[in-house]
């Protein structure tokens, strides 16, 4: 059974940062495209081959997505965060080789990690 912990949000001032975690239990993410969503959209993802990094226009040049070297988390680095940046997160992974792929489904999602930007 796969299964997908979210961690790491909070409160945080405009302009500030947080990194959001994505961690598996009992699989690898290695094996998976991984892709972040807030609200519905789709943020950020990392591909599965090739190895490529898609961002949404809303905080392209902002967030990096990435994947730790044992294969278990992937993390969503949040930078220069803005109030229209509150949201729930949430990753999901796929077998899919692209997150562009129209037809993607996706196989488990963590519970969601909840951002609030605010003064």
């Known amino acids: 059974q796969l299964q997908l912990v979210n961690s790491g949000g909070g409160l945080v001032q405009p302009g500030g940062s947080l990194r959001l975690s994505c961690t598996a239990s009992?699989?690898?993410?290695?094996?998976?495209?991984v892709a972040w969503f807030r609200q519905g959209e789709r943020v950020a993802c990392v591909n599965l081959e090739p190895?490529?990094?898609v961002y949404s226009d809303s905080i392209k040049g902002r967030f990096t997505v990435s994947r730790d070297s044992a294969g278990k988390t992937v993390y969503l680095q949040m930078t220069d965060l803005k109030p229209e940046d509150t949201a729930i997160y949430s990753c999901?992974?796929?077998?899919?080789?692209?997150?562009?792929?129209?037809?993607?489904?996706?196989?488990?999602w963590g519970q969601g990690t909840l951002v609030t930007v605010s003064s």
């Open positions: 190895a490529t990094k």
């Open positions: 999901a992974v796929s077998t899919f080789l692209i997150c562009e792929n129209p037809r993607i489904q996706y196989d488990a």
């Open positions: 009992g699989f690898t993410l290695t094996d998976y495209t």
